[in-house]
């Protein structure tokens, strides 16, 4: 179940799952976890960290913790104050701060964006040079959207590919936090990432940087 803003509406949503040195497992907004789904993670590596990047991509935090105890698990701002409130988690190890912690330090980056209604965590994986973002930009393909009510929702909102971009309600929500989220922007295009991962829609296997400006030319 993904959310638009006033809005709760089915839509696909996208787990990243990045392998550290050594074999350890990052995994950024957890999907449902099912049987299927954790065959295939185990035969990748072990999963140690599990991250909530925004306080509408934490759902499913509590069952991978528990299918994986020994992994920590980390939370954007503003986060675990909503898991726990909505009755999905209550015991974060450690909130992201603009600091990545040891266990990746050197290997992803990363940068906090604050706003009013959530913050979101963002990554960039320097080896791939992939820069990891979930509601920052969506990017939805009209032709994939089976709901006949999430349609007009998602053009109004301006998350239709080819022009995906920060949902105009929540554009709202940064304006107050403009100047932060424009020094932000700028750090990622200064990582000069290849490729751009997203949560929600059409993800880009390359030209990121130049999707970047395309889409936050708004607040540029």
Not at 74 to 86: D, F, Q, S, W
Not at 88 to 104: G, I, K, M, N, Q
Request: with cysteine; net charge positive.
């Amino acid at each position: 179940m993904g959310y638009l803003w006033l809005f709760a509406l089915p839509f696909t949503t996208r787990m990243t799952v990045i392998r550290l040195p050594g074999g350890d497992l990052w995994i950024h907004s957890p999907t449902p976890l099912d049987d299927a789904l954790k065959a295939e993670i185990d035969a990748l590596g072990t999963v140690a960290h599990i991250i909530a990047p925004n306080r509408i991509h934490y759902w499913w935090i509590g069952d991978w913790k528990q299918a994986y105890p020994r992994a920590r698990t980390y939370a954007a701002p503003k986060v675990a104050g909503e898991a726990a409130k909505a009755g999905r988690f209550r015991s974060f190890d450690e909130e992201l701060t603009e600091a990545p912690p040891a266990a990746w330090d050197g290997v992803i980056d990363q940068v906090v964006v604050p706003g009013s209604y959530l913050s979101e965590a963002v990554f960039f994986h320097r080896s791939s040079r992939t820069l990891v973002l979930t509601d920052l930009i969506e990017n939805f393909e009209p032709g994939k959207v089976t709901c006949g009510y999430l349609k007009p929702l998602l053009r109004a909102g301006g998350v239709c590919d080819p022009d995906g971009g920060l949902a105009r309600d929540l554009r709202m929500t940064f304006w107050p936090h403009r100047k932060q989220l424009r020094a932000a922007v700028r750090k990622m295009i200064d990582w000069n990432p290849r490729r751009l991962l997203l949560a929600h829609g059409r993800w880009y296997a390359e030209g990121a940087v130049g999707e970047l400006n395309r889409a936050f030319r708004w607040i540029l």
